[in-house]
């Protein structure tokens, strides 16, 4: 089981970058397939990206794709998500997740998919 807790959020101004990171304690994160989802208020929870558990396949939604990357440090047992060239729409809490099965596969942009979850943290970027 893995208990997971996000850091790095904040407020930033469009066009500006911010680095996410997820901490995790518990057995074999290593094992673990890793994602970020992101919440606005009211809305349903969406999917932003994910990586395996080698940290070699990384799978991105397309509104995100060529501005944010995925990426971990299984030594450190961090998941990180960079985030450069913001937007207001990326304003949301972004959640990490994670399961135990280590790969990626057809239903990752599910949040069935993903069994452990932490508790957010807040990115706000103005225009």
């Known amino acids: 089981q893995l208990q997971l807790a996000e850091s790095g959020g904040g407020m930033v101004q469009a066009g500006e970058s911010l680095t996410l990171s997820c901490a995790a304690s518990g057995r074999n994160f290593n094992r673990n397939a890793m994602a970020w989802f992101r919440q606005v208020s009211g809305k349903e929870r969406e999917f932003v990206a994910a990586i395996n558990w080698g940290g070699v396949v990384p799978y991105y939604a397309e509104s995100v794709k060529g501005r944010f990357t995925i990426s971990r440090d299984n030594a450190k047992n961090t998941a990180y998500l960079q985030m450069n060239n913001l937007k207001p729409e990326d304003t949301a809490v972004y959640f990490c997740?994670?399961?135990?099965?280590?790969?990626?596969?057809?239903?990752?942009?599910?949040?069935?998919?993903?069994?452990?979850w932490g508790q957010g943290t807040q990115v706000v970027v103005s225009s």
């Open positions: 997740a994670g399961k135990t099965d280590g790969t990626i596969g057809r239903s990752v942009d599910s949040r069935r998919t993903w069994q452990y």
